[in-house]
């Protein structure tokens, strides 16, 4: 069974850091493109970083760059994202997702297939 686990979130003040970590099971983590996701109170779900496993090509949102950094572990099947300066705007449920396609490092939400249960960060201003 394909399942992607997320964890680490939580209460941090602003210009502190969290690590957030997804854990894959099955052959989700075999996709080569995987990514964060997040949803923010009252809005729509927004892509965050994609990484693509083969060369560790990256795209991130223009809210988040220079900020956050995704990365892959292959050997632990857990893909990561790296908070850093984190902002009361950041404030999200955070989700990571395996996309269907296997070259276009894509940002929509609509080419990834498996979804998380999604973890709450929360920065206090």
């Known amino acids: 069974q394909e399942q992607l686990v997320e964890s680490g979130g939580g209460l941090v003040q602003a210009g502190g850091s969290l690590r957030l970590s997804c854990a894959a099971s099955g052959r989700t983590f075999s996709k080569n493109i995987m990514g964060w996701f997040r949803r923010a109170p009252g809005k729509e779900r927004e892509f965050v970083a994609v990484i693509r496993r083969s060369d560790g090509a990256t795209v991130y949102a223009d809210s988040v760059k220079g900020r956050f950094t995704i990365s892959r572990d292959n050997a632990k099947n857990t893909m990561y994202l790296e908070m850093n300066s984190l902002k009361p705007e950041d404030t999200a449920v955070y989700y990571c997702?395996?996309?269907?396609?296997?070259?276009?490092?894509?940002?929509?939400?609509?080419?990834?297939?498996?979804w998380g249960q999604g973890t709450q960060v929360t920065v206090s201003s």
């Open positions: 997702a395996a996309s269907n396609r296997v070259i276009l490092v894509t940002t929509k939400q609509s080419d990834f297939g498996s």
